[in-house]
């Protein structure tokens, strides 16, 4: 940031119009930013890749039913044997369901298990454009019916719309909580970091107006723009602009305190913390939000949508932190530190703190510092190999027992086979025979259940059923032998959806996000490094640090998940959603090191420098690590496995890179590349001066 720019920020007058502005947004946005729920997408195609086979089959099941109706499996349980009286029941509330508004299609009859124990009716609902918003009314309707008069049969709400109920339940209140347990997180963290009882709430207050700017931008892009936004990526929203947007503020409150031990006057001392500080966190942030406009690349809808509300709630956090927060730092003046304001003249405390003294023993022998830290990182990476991110079934994807699951459990405890998920194959009505014969022939389908619905507008449409658990090893591989069977027969443009194959797809597209995704990112951070930097080296080596740092977080993430939470598998998103989060977000850290390393290496030359930094930095690294792996933690929350997942390796890797890898891998390859660091600009000619530790705190205070 030039000094004309940070002198105007900080400007004796100017910064009061800075205040008016961000009160007009403020009363601008907070209406807006209220309305973001109402514009949230959380029908399938919202989720899933737009060009799979499966969601092509959606398309064209419109015209034979909604897009919006998903069947309900209701079931029944008398362990006892359902009796004669049951089975009265069950009749009439196949009747009573077929009654009910929005019901599309047929209400099946009664489908009895062989052992007379467990019986399922099949209720297609219409849920219309809210969604599974609806989901979970509709599934205490159903349930309100199946109880009334049941005499002790238990009864559950499965199927689609069940599994849709319970994750609704699952994200109800997901802004709010997420919201006021971040809230918490940063305060707690921030009152230990200041020891203040005053700072915190300007990083606090900064993040708020930050989160309702960002929310009212969105919606009116949504509403306006077609930008798309689920449960998910609102919720993330959330984490990412306090985590990101309290990171910010640590390091701008940290370089202002320490420009006002040097200067009298605080505007002098806030202009010199935004340019010195200033070009380093707008690299800091740039970098997030090219990091995350690169899941724009993603074939999977919500990993696509979640890119750009990232983005921009980054780039409005940056915007924030960068002119409201400023402005209130300077109003309040000195006296916000209290009790330990800083004074002109008064030493550095970071230059004999922890950091000063735990660079000074990396210094005596760093190419052994980094040479082990590298081995132990890398030894903690072969944990991936049992990761599984091969996806959730219904069952792992939430944390407690859910209605949906255990009426899963009932039909396959009894040998009933869950139909509220049939397998769909459309394709050319002239071949609807042909089709429906291909499908009858293959292994893994019941061949009873094979079904010809009456084609309409030259599409044919096949139903049918199959063998195995629907999210099973099993039926995914029925779905591959189905689509080879139906796509080689000759005109008849078949194509095959349903659930099964829609989690199957889903599945792939993940991986193909991921080999697409990870390398456009690590090329976009290298670039950034490069040119901030001004050189080769020192990106290139900085970037095989974050792909250390991550393998580690992952293996150690994998190990935890499953023998401590108990969890056998990973959603297929999880390994993409963990780099960009770990490596937009960590490259923070690199940056403000670096970047006050290379300010120091010109006065110190490269190894002293390194000293510099990590003494002058490590702190508020720390404290910005344990800020965003705070905010992270607040996902493991949630009652959704992939979120428990995300937010514990996030929150590991941020801790695991701001406390080892930024601060001692990284300083100790520092040290012992030396100035070669800088190659090929002109700061790689500077040589470099020993350092002895009793020149480690002359050297801070220089």
């Known amino acids: 940031m030039t000094r004309s720019v940070a002198g105007l920020i900080a400007g004796r007058w100017v910064k009061y119009v800075f205040v008016v502005f961000w009160l007009a947004v403020i009363a601008l946005a907070l209406p807006l930013s209220q309305k973001l729920t109402d514009a949230e997408k959380n029908d399938n195609k919202s989720w899933l890749p ?7 089959v959606l398309d064209v099941q419109s015209s034979f039913s909604s897009p919006n109706t998903i069947p309900a499996v209701i079931v029944y349980e008398r362990e006892a044997g359902l009796s004669g009286p049951d089975k009265d029941k069950l009749d009439a509330d196949a009747e009573a369901f077929a009654n009910l508004p929005d019901i599309d299609g047929k209400v099946s009859a009664p489908q009895i298990s062989g052992d007379n124990k467990a019986a399922q009716i099949i209720v297609p609902i219409n849920l219309g454009s809210d ?14 019916t199946a109880e009334s008069g049941a005499n002790g049969m238990s009864v559950h709400i499965s199927g689609p719309l069940g599994t849709a109920a319970d994750s609704s339940k699952a994200f109800a209140g997901i802004d709010t909580n997420l919201l006021a347990s971040t809230v918490v997180v940063v305060v707690v963290i921030l009152l230990v970091t200041y020891r203040s009882p005053l700072l915190w709430l300007l990083p606090v207050i900064s993040s708020g107006v930050a989160l309702l700017a960002a929310q009212a931008v969105i919606y009116l892009l949504a509403r306006h723009a077609g930008l798309v936004v689920n449960a998910q990526s609102a919720g993330i929203l959330t984490v990412l602009v306090f985590g990101a947007g309290t990171d910010y503020a640590l390091l701008l409150i940290a370089r202002y305190r320490e420009e006002l031990r040097r200067h009298a006057d605080r505007h002098e001392a806030m202009t010199e913390a935004l340019h010195r500080g200033g070009p380093a966190i707008v690299a800091s942030g740039a970098t997030v939000v090219l990091g995350m406009l690169c899941l724009f690349f993603a074939e999977t809808n919500a990993t696509k949508g979640l890119g750009p509300v990232a983005a921009i709630g980054i780039a409005v956090g940056l915007a924030v932190m960068l002119t ?15 009790p330990l304001r800083p004074k002109v003249g008064s030493p550095e405390p970071t230059t004999t703190g922890l950091w000063a003294r735990i660079g000074a023993r990396i ?18 990476t072969i944990g991936i190999v049992q990761l599984g991110a091969t996806g959730l079934t219904n069952k792992e994807s939430f944390r407690g027992t859910q209605d949906s699951v255990v009426g899963e459990e009932v039909l396959a405890r009894h040998g009933a086979a869950a139909a509220g998920t049939p397998v769909v194959i459309i394709g050319a009505a002239t071949k609807s025979e042909e089709i429906r014969a291909a499908a009858a022939g293959t292994e893994g389908l019941d061949p009873k259940t094979v079904t010809a619905i009456p084609p309409v507008g030259g599409h044919a449409y096949v139903n049918a059923y199959l063998v195995d658990e629907a999210d099973s090893p099993a039926a995914y591989a029925t779905i591959d032998r189905l689509r080879d069977r139906v796509h080689a027969i000759p005109g008849a443009e078949a194509k095959v959806g349903g659930t099964t194959a829609i989690n199957l797809d889903v599945q792939r597209a993940a991986g193909r996000d991921r080999d697409v995704i990870i390398p456009v990112v690590l090329a976009v951070v290298l670039l950034i490094l490069i040119l901030l930097l001004r050189s080769i080296v020192a990106p290139l080596i900085l970037i095989a640090t974050v792909v250390l740092s991550f393998g580690a977080a992952m293996g150690i993430s994998a190990l935890v998940f499953r023998h401590v939470f108990g969890f056998h598998g990973a959603d297929t998103s999880f390994p993409l959603f963990v780099f960009v989060f770990l490596v937009a977000l960590g490259i923070d850290y690199n940056i403000f090191l670096m970047t006050r390393v290379r300010e120091e290496s010109t006065r110190h030359g490269t190894r002293r420098a390194a000293l510099v930094g990590l003494a002058a930095t490590g702190g508020v690294i720390t404290s910005a690590g344990l800020v965003l792996a705070g905010t992270f933690a607040v ?10 997942e995300i937010g514990f390796a996030v929150a590991f890797g ?12 990284v300083t100790a390859l520092n040290l012992d590349v030396g100035r070669r660091m800088w190659w090929p600009s002109r700061l790689a000619r500077v040589e470099d001066e020993p350092v002895e530790d009793k020149e480690l705190a002359a050297a801070t205070t220089s």
Do not use: H
């Not at 927060?325 to 000195?334: H, K, M, N, Q």
């Not at 996902?635 to 428990?644: G, K």
């Open 50 to 56: 737009g060009a799979a086979e499966s969601v092509q």
């Open 131 to 144: 969604g599974w918003n609806k989901a979970g009314d509709y599934a205490e309707k159903l349930r309100s």
């Open 324 to 338: 409201l927060l400023p402005v209130l730092l300077t109003i309040c003046g000195r006296w916000i530190f209290w």
């Open 363 to 380: 210094g005596r022998r760093p190419r052994s510092v980094w040479v082990a830290t590298a081995l132990i990182l890398g030894v903690a």
């Open 635 to 644: 996902l493991a929350t949630l009652p959704l496995t992939a979120f428990a």
């Open 654 to 665: 941020v801790l695991l890179d701001t406390i080892i890898v930024r601060s001692v891998l």
